[in-house]
């Protein structure tokens, strides 16, 4: 799909509008993690270096729609925003009826969830949005499987609309991996459910060459097989399209062992058995250290990899291991690879080893979307309009 993009906008002397994604972790009233709103930073700096007035939009966590809450205020974004740039960038909260910003300046506009009509993707929402600027620019992957107000509705109302730099990286990340990618292909997927990525899990099983499971996923395939769980998280009633998964195009690396526990909260008594002899009272917490050795060799052998998942409960050290393993085996690859999914990216970043990806995917949910082939509407809106 080809969509116009930023770098052949005029923005000179305009209102450019850029729908990023902001939604990051605030924890005492500061930004946690800081990395997207430096993903942001480039289609901000492309428009103020050519003297647009910069109206900024975002979202932030899950508010009630259509009045405010001090708690989902981006003014702590604001904040963060402005150090980056290295200069004032305002929070204007009511904005709808107009935005007072020069050419060379940026204002953000408090949370869009704020504003009544934003998930319903409210055609009159998007056309006040759209009343405040020359030129629209999507550049927020992370919203972009979303059909919403400040993501559908406005692009399609604006008087112009183009990608932003981030969202066409992201595109032609996944389209190198899914395209005509290096073979063999190596699709990893954690997770706590297959109900939850059972499209993700069908594309995947149809495309890659090698398919290497984890967590929950891993847990109800291996169900599938006949194979008792004990007290592992599975879905039995998805016993029978894990099946399909299994008959699928691509091979299905089963765990042969794992990391055992009465409960996640009882570390201590962890063990390393086969996955044969999970006893009743047991959790499969982890894929065990002969898996990983499998695991570690496809990833080795492969020619691309996307992962989305963790392989286990990563957050406790005793069933770490498994996921840092793949984690290592990743990094060391020279295939072309491309992770996304937040538990996935938070993991890369404890063990030191997200720099060393190709390619880190900004939004897990657009991800898995495109992954399952799904149009994702605020890519579509720019190429129909």
């Not at 975002?58 to 740039?85: I, K, M, T």
């Not at 290295?86 to 709808?96: F, H, I, K, Y």
């Not at 495309?207 to 967590?215: E, H």
């Not at 990743?330 to 993991?347: E, N």
């Amino acid at each position: 799909m080809i969509v116009p993009a930023l770098s052949s906008a005029v923005v000179t002397g305009r209102r450019v509008m850029i729908r990023a994604d902001l939604n990051v972790p605030i924890e005492k009233g500061r930004v946690a993690n800081d990395q997207r709103i430096r993903a942001a930073l480039p289609a901000i700096r492309h428009c103020l270096d050519r003297d647009a007035a910069v109206i900024v939009l975002s979202h932030l966590g899950r508010p009630a729609e259509g009045s405010f809450d001090a708690r989902y205020s981006l003014a702590p974004v604001a904040e963060e925003l402005s150090r980056a740039l290295g200069g004032p960038v305002p929070l204007q909260r009511d904005w709808l009826d107009g935005v007072d910003v020069a050419g060379g300046q940026a204002v953000l506009c408090e949370n869009v969830r704020f504003n009544a009509g934003e998930k319903d993707n409210s055609p009159e929402l998007g056309k006040r949005m759209a009343a405040l600027c020359d030129l629209f620019v999507m550049d927020a992957f992370g919203s972009a499987h979303r059909a919403q107000a400040s993501v559908h509705a406005v692009a399609r109302a604006a008087p112009e609309a183009c990608a932003g730099p981030l969202l066409l990286a992201e595109l032609r990340a996944l389209q190198a991996v899914f395209s005509d990618p290096p073979r063999p292909l190596a699709a990893i997927a954690g997770g706590a459910k297959i109900s939850g990525k059972l499209g993700v899990l069908r594309s995947l099983a149809s495309q890659a060459d090698v398919l290497i499971p984890g967590g929950g996923i891993a847990n109800t395939l291996l169900g599938a097989t006949g194979l008792e769980l004990g007290a592992s998280l599975a879905e039995p009633e998805m016993f029978a399209e894990a099946r399909r998964v299994l008959s699928g195009r691509a091979e299905v690396l089963l765990p042969l062992d794992a990391v055992l526990a009465p409960s996640p909260d009882s570390p201590r008594s962890a063990r390393i058995a086969p996955v044969e002899d999970v006893r009743p009272h047991e959790m499969i917490l982890d894929i065990g250290p002969r898996t990983a050795e499998i695991y570690a060799q496809a990833i080795a052998d492969a020619g691309a990899v996307v992962w989305n998942g963790p392989l286990g409960l990563f957050e406790v050290e005793a069933f770490a291991g498994g996921t840092r393993k793949v984690a290592e085996a990743v990094a060391a690859s020279p295939a072309y690879r491309i992770a996304g999914g937040g538990d996935t990216l938070r993991a890369l970043d404890e063990f030191g080893l997200a720099s060393e990806l190709d390619h880190l995917c900004t939004g897990g949910g657009a991800m898995l979307a495109w992954l399952k082939g799904s149009e994702l509407p605020g890519v579509a809106v720019l190429h129909t309009r």
